[in-house]
């Protein structure tokens, strides 16, 4: 009976030993695995929250099957679409593309002035600051800054700014197509710094967001030096949003040349009782435009009295709009019966209607001396006849679109 109890008792001893040890290891294993998941979660609270994964979500939401978002996926996609959401360009933006400058007149849009950027710039949560909703363009925007630079766009360490649509007053498929140029104030030289870029952004539901993630190194917006950071810790902000309107007017600018029968050639018959002024040439066509030839057998301005004058007109009966012009390049020839000797002046001009006030013909007050058109020996007058003559090489067309 004794030995009995004492094997009970070795027994009941054994199995409480058993069940001590085999407690003390669940303890340690539960809070090996507790102590791990709470080093985690530190180390993402260490990141802050991220305040923009619904809209991102929003986003990858319609890109993928336009239903409604996936509480278990969603967390999950939002990292991924916030990337692509804030990059600056789908494309590297290159220099060349990019424009700065200062100017005087401040943003057409919207301004941003903060009292507070210190506040912002020290700040671990507070990554960008974005500003209340403004309309431009006929749509919804709001100006998005980063402070010390947007890292998911290679813009750490500077100063990144955006303008986002708001999405809802876009259609499914719609996309816009957006100038954007951005200000930064500099009290220094009393001018605002501006960036923007030769091409246009692209807006549409996958792409709300768009902009510079290096506008300023961090460096230069932050030296009070520099003047962009003035009166301790104030600072201004602006950009300027343009929707360019395709043209509704146009004109199509084209030169004709190499004319099947690109001469005129006209004869003044009894040269020497011609008593008037001027006389014309019959009209001739050339080039799809009308043209006569004037002469002035005694000349006019600088050649009266002691040179021929002659000129390429355009026919007054010519239909041109009263902005219209026509490019000429053409000869004009006084013809001697030598033809070595010929007389020949060069025109390379834009003529106009008559009625403009421009020059609607081109040639030479002082052609050819008289003494030397009429000395019988030089070979100009022949049996009293003048031959004259021009050859037009070109001529300009404009095409009005509404005409």
């Given at each position: 009976?004794?030995?009995?109890?004492?094997?009970?008792?070795?027994?009941?001893?054994?199995?409480?030993f058993?069940?001590?040890?085999?407690?003390?290891?669940?303890?340690?294993?539960?809070?090996?695995?507790?102590?791990?998941?709470?080093?985690?979660?530190?180390?993402?609270?260490?990141?802050?929250?991220?305040?923009?994964?619904?809209?991102?979500?929003?986003?990858?939401?319609?890109?993928?099957?336009?239903?409604?978002?996936?509480?278990?996926?969603?967390?999950?996609?939002?990292?991924?679409?916030?990337?692509?959401e804030?990059?600056?360009?789908?494309?590297?933006v290159?220099?060349s593309?990019?424009?700065?400058?200062?100017?005087?007149?401040?943003?057409?849009?919207?301004?941003?002035?903060?009292?507070?950027?210190?506040?912002?710039?020290?700040?671990?949560?507070?990554?960008?600051?974005?500003?209340?909703?403004?309309?431009?363009?006929?749509?919804?925007?709001?100006?998005?800054?980063?402070?010390?630079g947007?890292?998911?766009?290679k813009?750490?360490?500077y100063?990144?700014?955006?303008a986002?649509?708001?999405?809802?007053?876009?259609?499914?498929?719609?996309?816009?197509?957006?100038?954007?140029?951005?200000?930064?104030?500099?009290?220094?030289?009393?001018?605002?710094?501006?960036?923007?870029?030769?091409?246009?952004?692209?807006?549409?539901?996958?792409?709300?967001?768009?902009?510079?993630?290096?506008?300023?190194?961090?460096?230069?917006?932050?030296?009070?030096?520099n003047?962009?950071?003035?009166?301790?810790?104030?600072?201004?902000?602006?950009?300027?949003?343009?929707?360019?309107?395709?043209?509704?007017?146009?004109?199509?600018?084209?030169?004709?040349?190499?004319?099947?029968?690109?001469t005129?050639?006209?004869?003044?018959?009894?040269?020497?009782?011609?008593?008037?002024?001027?006389?014309?040439?019959?009209?001739?066509?050339?080039?799809?435009?009308?043209?006569?030839?004037?002469?002035?057998?005694?000349g006019?301005?600088?050649?009266k009295?002691?040179?021929?004058?002659?000129?390429?007109?355009?026919?007054?009966?010519?239909?041109?709009?009263?902005?219209?012009?026509?490019?000429?390049?053409?000869?004009?020839?006084?013809?001697?019966?030598?033809?070595?000797?010929?007389?020949?002046?060069?025109i390379?001009?834009?003529?106009?209607?008559?009625?403009?006030g421009?020059?609607?013909?081109?040639?030479?007050?002082?052609?050819?001396?008289?003494?030397?058109?009429?000395?019988?020996?030089?070979?100009?007058?022949?049996?009293?006849k003048?031959?004259?003559?021009?050859?037009?090489?070109?001529?300009?067309?404009?095409?009005?679109?509404?005409?």
């Amino acid at each position: 009976m004794k030995s009995h109890y004492t094997k009970s008792t070795v027994s009941a001893v054994f199995l409480l030993f058993c069940l001590f040890i085999t407690s003390a290891s669940s303890s340690s294993f539960i809070q090996q695995v507790t102590d791990e998941f709470n080093t985690n979660v530190q180390l993402d609270d260490g990141d802050g929250p991220d305040p923009i994964q619904g809209e991102a979500h929003y986003l990858r939401k319609h890109e993928q099957d336009g239903d409604g978002p996936d509480p278990i996926q969603g967390e999950a996609h939002c990292v991924h679409n916030h990337d692509q959401e804030i990059s600056s360009r789908d494309y590297k933006v290159s220099a060349s593309n990019t424009v700065k400058g200062l100017r005087s007149l401040p943003p057409s849009s919207y301004s941003l002035k903060m009292e507070s950027f210190n506040t912002l710039l020290k700040s671990k949560y507070s990554e960008r600051y974005v500003s209340r909703p403004f309309s431009a363009a006929g749509y919804n925007w709001t100006l998005v800054v980063y402070p010390n630079g947007n890292k998911n766009d290679k813009g750490a360490g500077y100063l990144s700014l955006y303008a986002a649509i708001d999405n809802t007053t876009l259609a499914p498929h719609e996309e816009v197509y957006v100038d954007l140029r951005f200000y930064v104030f500099n009290k220094k030289e009393k001018k605002y710094f501006t960036i923007q870029d030769t091409d246009v952004w692209r807006f549409n539901i996958f792409k709300t967001m768009w902009g510079f993630s290096q506008v300023l190194p961090g460096y230069t917006f932050k030296s009070p030096y520099n003047g962009y950071l003035y009166d301790g810790d104030h600072c201004e902000f602006g950009v300027d949003v343009t929707i360019p309107s395709v043209f509704q007017t146009s004109e199509l600018f084209s030169v004709a040349d190499n004319f099947k029968n690109p001469t005129f050639t006209w004869r003044l018959l009894k040269f020497s009782t011609l008593v008037g002024d001027t006389y014309f040439s019959d009209v001739f066509s050339i080039g799809g435009r009308r043209w006569n030839i004037q002469v002035n057998p005694s000349g006019r301005d600088k050649g009266k009295g002691k040179a021929l004058s002659m000129y390429l007109i355009v026919n007054p009966d010519e239909k041109l709009k009263p902005y219209e012009r026509i490019y000429v390049r053409a000869k004009l020839r006084v013809l001697n019966k030598f033809r070595f000797r010929n007389v020949e002046r060069q025109i390379d001009n834009w003529f106009s209607h008559q009625e403009t006030g421009r020059a609607y013909g081109w040639g030479s007050s002082e052609f050819i001396p008289l003494s030397s058109l009429k000395d019988s020996s030089k070979g100009f007058l022949v049996d009293d006849k003048l031959t004259v003559q021009v050859e037009i090489e070109a001529v300009s067309t404009t095409k009005y679109f509404p005409s």
